[in-house]
């Protein structure tokens, strides 16, 4: 993947990844979740919620199957890569998936702050509501409705301990899976927040900041 593809930022500690995911992607992901939707059967065998944080409608977890030949797991393992060659200088030669699952999140659900599994995760945005970020009607605040927020170590001199992003379709964030965030709740809309996650594991060595391999 090259450099000019993908955004490295450092809010707080460690750098958080931004990519773009290939529109033909974006639609292969929604009609699979769509499917999943109006199958009453599926619906129940892949339904995630019981293991995850979140208070929303549902939660999906992806077909192995799928993840492979839709391409996904393609654009996740080039994404990881690049960031994590972007930032420590060294080639991972091992991407693993632990799971991945999509959540469909409407007027007033919320995902409490929590963190993964894994070394590397992640959260992309196949649908979003108007609404998110709406400004007062004043002009003089930005709500925090319907975003994510990073969390990492605690307020200080010269440091920073969240970081607050603003769901745009297509746009994915990558980030160690240590990292705490949380999902603020949306209101006025009967629109979809549509995202979806994963967590990975990468080669022990890289992930081991203390050198014990």
Same mark, same amino acid.
């Given at each position: 993947?090259?450099?000019? %593809? #993908?955004?490295?930022?450092?809010?707080?500690?460690?750098?958080?990844?931004?990519?773009?995911?290939?529109?033909?992607?974006?639609?292969?992901?929604?009609?699979?979740?769509?499917?999943?939707?109006?199958?009453?059967?599926?619906?129940?065998?892949?339904?995630?919620?019981?293991? =995850?944080?979140? *208070? @929303?409608?549902? +939660? $999906?977890?992806?077909?192995?199957?799928?993840? +492979?030949?839709?391409?996904?797991?393609?654009? =996740?393992?080039?994404? @990881?890569?690049?960031?994590? =060659?972007n930032t420590e200088k060294k080639k991972i030669?091992?991407? !693993?998936? /632990?799971?991945?699952? @999509?959540?469909?999140?409407? +007027?007033?659900?919320?995902?409490? !702050?929590?963190? *993964?599994?894994?070394?590397?995760?992640?959260?992309?945005?196949?649908?979003?509501?108007?609404?998110?970020? %709406?400004?007062?009607?004043?002009?003089?605040?930005?709500?925090?409705?319907?975003? #994510?927020?990073?969390? *990492?170590?605690?307020?200080?001199?010269?440091?920073?301990?969240?970081?607050?992003?603003?769901?745009? @379709?297509?746009?994915?964030?990558? $980030?160690? /899976?240590?990292?705490?965030?949380?999902?603020?709740?949306?209101?006025?809309?009967?629109?979809?927040?549509?995202?979806?996650? $994963?967590?990975?594991?990468?080669?022990?060595?890289?992930?081991?900041?203390?050198? /014990?391999?």
């Amino acid at each position: 993947m090259p450099e000019s %593809q #993908i955004q490295i930022t450092r809010p707080f500690g460690p750098s958080i990844a931004k990519v773009q995911m290939p529109d033909e992607l974006i639609k292969t992901l929604n009609k699979y979740v769509d499917d999943i939707i109006a199958d009453d059967e599926k619906s129940k065998k892949q339904d995630w919620g019981h293991k =995850l944080a979140g *208070h @929303v409608k549902q +939660e $999906f977890v992806l077909e192995n199957k799928f993840v +492979e030949t839709s391409g996904f797991m393609n654009f =996740l393992a080039k994404a @990881v890569g690049a960031w994590i =060659l972007n930032t420590e200088k060294k080639k991972i030669s091992k991407f !693993i998936i /632990n799971e991945t699952w @999509v959540v469909r999140q409407f +007027e007033n659900d919320y995902n409490p !702050i929590h963190w *993964h599994s894994g070394h590397v995760s992640g959260v992309g945005y196949l649908k979003v509501p108007k609404i998110l970020g %709406q400004e007062s009607k004043d002009g003089k605040k930005t709500y925090k409705n319907g975003k #994510i927020e990073l969390v *990492h170590g605690a307020k200080m001199f010269l440091q920073r301990s969240t970081f607050s992003v603003l769901p745009e @379709v297509g746009s994915f964030y990558f $980030f160690p /899976n240590y990292m705490m965030h949380t999902v603020y709740p949306f209101t006025d809309s009967d629109e979809e927040r549509r995202s979806i996650s $994963f967590n990975a594991k990468i080669d022990d060595n890289i992930y081991d900041a203390y050198g /014990n391999y």
